[in-house]
């Protein structure tokens, strides 16, 4: 099989990051950019020493004139669910951006456009789950290192500055909630093994927020198994940040392990602390996650993250939202009543 050429849907801050982690792959090439907007596309070009690629004003100019056999959807959540399905129509395989879409009709388009399209992979960037520290985590748990888990507590209080090509996040309802938290809630299930079963939650706006909406929020997740989860986060902290991932402490039966502000694992609980190394992830987690697609594409096996796997997470996620709102728990299996029909096999 020849090499795999990827469309890139965007030419901001994450689309140049795929760009170059495409560029690194020997059995990839960058089949074009789509951005509205010459001049981003332009930069983005001498930034990464792109000259020679072609750049569509939109995805139907790339549909109709470039030769692609995927797509890495680097655009803001709102457009996800039109570019997903755009692309699976046109027969192309789809990497995306998290999180999935906005809500979960949008989320059910897609799972019904791919089933449309059974033989096209789907596949969504949980580029947390790629790191040294969280392999080494969820190794540990699945491992049995701390026997059955009751309690898992995660932190995250990050300051995020960075700007977005037209304020699209500064301008969001809930932009801690619906950009942000979706990677801890697909961590909670990464780590854990365990589905979500319901969730309270709230968001709030602290008052020096410089993001419209909602810039934080807190809930509590109980887990299929009983395990229950205390999560909060922030990007708006003022000190004390904590990195990405956040602080994770998972208590089980025969000790808890813990991820620090270093992003180091230990094991406590079994006499002296005994550090947990990180898996070494050279390729980064970006290319942990591309070298996933390419690999689904080319023998048929289900990536780790594929949709049907993700939705699991994304309904985690919609649930919280949906319980800020209302102020009230919300079972997350309401949220997926008619999954399995839509679910490939
Ligand atoms: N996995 C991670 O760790 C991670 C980290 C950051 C971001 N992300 C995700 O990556 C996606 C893109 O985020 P980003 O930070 O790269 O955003 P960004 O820097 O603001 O770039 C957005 C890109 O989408 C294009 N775009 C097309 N229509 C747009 C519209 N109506 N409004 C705004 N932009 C529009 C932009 O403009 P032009 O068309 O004019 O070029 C630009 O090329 C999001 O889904 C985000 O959640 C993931």
């Known amino acids: 099989m020849g090499r795999l050429r990827i469309m890139v849907c965007g030419a901001?801050?994450?689309?140049?990051?795929?760009?170059?982690?495409?560029?690194?792959?020997p059995d990839c090439e960058i089949a074009g950019i789509v951005s509205r907007t010459p001049?981003?596309?332009?930069?983005?070009?001498?930034?990464?020493?792109?000259?020679?690629?072609?750049?569509?004003?939109?995805?139907?100019?790339?549909?109709?004139?470039a030769h692609a056999d995927a797509v890495v959807v680097a655009l803001p959540q709102m457009l996800h669910r039109e570019t997903i399905v755009r692309a699976l129509r046109a027969g192309?395989?789809?990497?995306?951006?998290?999180?999935?879409?906005?809500?979960?009709?949008?989320?059910?388009?897609?799972?019904?456009?791919?089933?449309?399209?059974?033989?096209?992979?789907?596949?969504?960037?949980?580029n947390f789950r790629w790191r040294p520290h969280t392999?080494?985590?969820?190794?540990?748990?699945?491992?049995?290192?701390?026997?059955?888990p009751a309690h898992l507590m995660l932190e995250c209080r990050q300051q995020i500055r960075r700007t977005?090509?037209?304020?699209?996040?500064?301008?969001?309802?809930?932009?801690?909630?619906?950009?942000?938290s979706i990677h801890h809630f697909d961590l909670l299930r990464y780590l854990t093994g365990d589905e979500p079963h319901e969730v309270v939650a709230m968001s709030f706006r602290p008052s020096w927020s410089w993001f419209a909406g909602n810039s934080a929020a807190a809930a509590i997740v109980t887990m299929a198994s009983g395990l229950v989860v205390s999560y909060t986060g922030?990007?708006?902290?003022?000190?004390?940040?904590?990195?990405?991932?956040?602080?994770?402490?998972?208590?089980?039966?025969?000790?808890?392990?813990?991820?620090?502000?270093?992003?180091?694992?230990?094991?406590?609980?079994?006499g002296e602390p005994r550090p947990i190394p990180g898996e070494p992830v050279p390729?980064?987690?970006?290319?942990?996650?591309?070298?996933?697609?390419?690999?689904?594409?080319?023998?048929?096996?289900?990536?780790?993250?594929?949709?049907?796997?993700?939705?699991?997470?994304?309904?985690?996620?919609?649930?919280?939202?949906?319980?800020?709102?209302?102020?009230?728990?919300?079972?997350?299996?309401?949220?997926?009543p008619d999954l399995a029909r839509r679910e490939r096999p």
């Open 135 to 148: 392999l080494a985590f969820a190794r540990g748990v699945r491992e049995g290192l701390i026997g059955r």
């Open 283 to 336: 390729e980064s987690d970006l290319g942990r996650g591309l070298a996933q697609f390419v690999d689904a594409i080319r023998t048929g096996r289900q990536p780790e993250t594929h949709l049907g796997d993700n939705v699991r997470s994304f309904a985690l996620l919609i649930a919280a939202v949906e319980s800020a709102r209302a102020r009230r728990a919300v079972r997350v299996d309401d949220l997926l």
């Open 164 to 180: 977005t090509v037209e304020a699209w996040r500064e301008r969001m309802v809930e932009p801690y909630l619906l950009d942000f």
């Open 39 to 65: 001049a981003r596309l332009d930069e983005a070009r001498r930034e990464l020493g792109l000259d020679g690629v072609a750049g569509y004003a939109s995805l139907d100019e790339a549909v109709a004139r």
């Open 92 to 126: 192309w395989h789809v990497l995306t951006e998290k999180p999935l879409a906005m809500t979960m009709d949008e989320a059910r388009a897609i799972l019904d456009a791919s089933c449309a399209r059974r033989d096209r992979v789907v596949m969504v960037n949980q």
């Open 12 to 25: 901001g801050f994450f689309g140049r990051k795929w760009l170059e982690v495409i560029r690194a792959r």
């Open 234 to 270: 922030m990007m708006v902290a003022q000190g004390l940040e904590t990195p990405q991932e956040g602080l994770i402490t998972l208590t089980g039966e025969l000790g808890t392990l813990h991820l620090d502000g270093a992003s180091c694992v230990s094991l406590l609980g079994q």
